[in-house]
């Protein structure tokens, strides 16, 4: 089992935030992609498993997937998410 990492971006860099990337890894089985932990166990294969078609691209698709692991793992929404990202004021003189 070749299993295959991506870094995945949770929020752009700016000018004062770094940003904030994970990595999510995932095996492919065949047509099929099965998100796991760093060891290759599977993460949730019931849910965390997508047939690829022709013209799919795993590492977009194992990008996305591992958003909601980690969600999942931090039993927070993609709301909860945004709402403790750091806000960007941008170039503004007025704060």
Request: hydrophobic share 30%; no cysteine; net charge negative.
């Amino acid at each position: 089992m070749n299993v295959k990492q991506v870094a995945v971006h949770l929020r752009r860099p700016s000018n004062n935030d770094p940003g904030q990337v994970t990595t999510a890894y995932y095996v492919l089985n065949g047509d099929e992609l099965v998100m796991t932990r760093g060891d290759g166990t599977p993460v949730d294969p019931e849910r965390f498993r997508h047939k690829l078609r022709p013209g799919d691209d795993p590492t977009a698709i194992a990008g996305a997937l591992g958003k909601q692991v980690r969600r999942e793992a931090l039993k927070i929404t993609e709301e909860q998410e945004r709402f403790y990202a750091p806000l960007d004021y941008g170039d503004s003189d007025f704060i």
